[in-house]
Every structure is written in structure tokens, then in C-alpha cells.
């Protein structure tokens, strides 16, 4: 492949979920290729490294007490760690043992999409955005003067969506019921979290301190906010730095100030 490329598009099933990675810069075409599929093979090896469905992953291995986390890749440590930081940080609602069974996969899918927008970012991709499963990283912008947008899926209404907004470079995460039904479990009471539909957090780089937005513990946020329930709204107040939209069972819906500030208005 000769020349040059304004950009590619590329979409993939993998991890259990549509994952799209949209390389918005002006490149050579085979390092563009190259890049993007660099990527897939990054996403690719965290599925079979971390996931639970797998009875040979490395996760599943270690749940089963066939390895010993030494005989794990670094990555497995790295992310045990940092979910372990997590639970302290959330009072507990983010509990990587909540469903009885060493399950990671709160962090995990935020994390490995921030590791890959940092791929891009090495490999000259200053404007993508990499959309798994609803969680969205994004850099730069899509074009000169317009900001990426996201779209929230609304939990209750199939196909469709109940807040758009515009974001610069940052993080979207959504826990919720709309992809995987009641999967998140509440670890004070063992059983499934009911109270709240969804909950989408958000985070942009430049934040508090200048902090660049993480989309794995955006993540992580979000799953901890469905746990609690209806406290959420609440306790992601206190999170600085960080804009979130709640929708509970019954379809009423929450947002904070500045997620209402990023929303884009709508067609009646």
C-alpha cells in the first residue's frame, strides 16, 4: 500500500462487542494500516489474557488456582493492583470478587482501550477515537473545529439514545444494562445492582491538576456508580474532575452541571 491516507476507519468484533477505532490524521498508508492492526492485535491478546469466558486465559487460570499471579503476564498484576486501588477509592462498590469469581473486566476493557489511544498516540495518530462498546477514548478532534461526539444508549429504549454530547480529548464510559443486562453485582449485598438503568461518567484531559483523562478508571467509576444505586448521584458529586448521567430503573434521569454543558440539543 503506497501513498497517503486521510485517515481509516476500522471495526472489529472482539472482547464480546463492536470496537471502532477512527484515525482522523493525514498519514502514510501503511503505517496508518499498520497502526490500526497493531491495535486489534493489542485488544486481541487482552481478550485472551483477561477474559472470564475463556477457560485457558490467564484470568480464568488464576481464578481457578491452576497459576499463581507470578505465572501471569506483568499485565495481570498491573491491572489486580490498580482494581485493588480502585476498591479502596470507591468504599468498596468497585470489587473486581463481587459476583463470587475473580472477574476484572470493570477495569480491564477502559484499560486496554487507553493503552491503545496511547499506541496511536506513539505511532503519530494525534486525532482518533476508539469506541468499545460504548466506552470512548478520543484525541485531537475529528476535524479543525469540531470536538468529537458521543452518543449515550439509552438503557430502556432500544436503539436509541438519550444524550449526545461534545467532547475534546478525554474519556466516555458507560455501565448499564443495555448491552449485557443486570451484570454488575452489588458487593454489600451479593446481589444483582437493580436500582439504576445506566450511569455514564466522563473525563477530559486537562483536567483538575492538568490530569489527562483515564479511560480505565472512568470505567471503573462508572460500574462502582451502578453498584451503589440510587447514592450514586451523590457520590459522583464528590468526584472531582469527573461529569456523569444517570438513568435509575424507571427511566428517570440524573446529570450533573457540567455534563449538561457538554450535552449537543436535539431534535424534538
Known amino acids: ?17 463492536v470496537i471502532g477505532v477512527d484515525v482522523r490524521d493525514d498519514l502514510e498508508a501503511g503505517a496508518l494500516g499498520a497502526m490500526v492492526g497493531e491495535v486489534f492485535e493489542w485488544l486481541d491478546w487482552v481478550e485472551a489474557t483477561f477474559s472470564t469466558y475463556r477457560d485457558d486465559s490467564a484470568v480464568s487460570r488464576l481464578a481457578a488456582g491452576k497459576v499463581t499471579l507470578a505465572d501471569c503476564p506483568p499485565e495481570v498484576g498491573e491491572v489486580l493492583a490498580r482494581c485493588e486501588q480502585l476498591r479502596v477509592a470507591t468504599d468498596g ?12 473486566a470493570g477495569l480491564v476493557k477502559g484499560w486496554s482501550v487507553e493503552r491503545a489511544s496511547a499506541l496511536l498516540v506513539a505511532r503519530g495518530a494525534a486525532n482518533h477515537s476508539i469506541n468499545a462498546g460504548g466506552d470512548v477514548r478520543t484525541r485531537g478532534a475529528p476535524e479543525p473545529g469540531r470536538p468529537w461526539t458521543v452518543g449515550v444508549a439509552h438503557p430502556l429504549q432500544r436503539d436509541a439514545l438519550c444524550a449526545v454530547i461534545a467532547v475534546g480529548p478525554g474519556a466516555v464510559a458507560t455501565s448499564g444494562i443495555a448491552e449485557r443486562g443486570a451484570h454488575v453485582v452489588n458487593p454489600r449485598t451479593g446481589t444483582a445492582a437493580l436500582e439504576l438503568a445506566s450511569v455514564t461518567v466522563v473525563s477530559l484531559d486537562g ?14 467509576y462508572a460500574t462502582a456508580a451502578l453498584a451503589r444505586g440510587l447514592d450514586a448521584p451523590a457520590w459522583l458529586g464528590t468526584l472531582e474532575g469527573y461529569e456523569s448521567y444517570v438513568v435509575d430503573a424507571g427511566g428517570f434521569a440524573w446529570q450533573s452541571d457540567g455534563f449538561a454543558r457538554l450535552a449537543v440539543p436535539q431534535p424534538a
Not at 500500500?1 to 462487542?17: A, K, N, S, W
Not at 483536567?207 to 471503573?220: I, V
Open 1 to 17: 500500500m503506497t501513498g497517503r491516507l486521510p485517515g481509516l476507519r476500522r471495526v472489529e468484533h472482539l472482547m464480546g462487542m
Open 93 to 104: 462498590f468497585f470489587d473486581v470478587q463481587a459476583g463470587g469469581r475473580l472477574d476484572p
Open 207 to 220: 483536567g483538575p491538576g492538568g490530569r489527562a483523562a483515564d479511560l480505565g478508571t472512568t470505567d471503573a
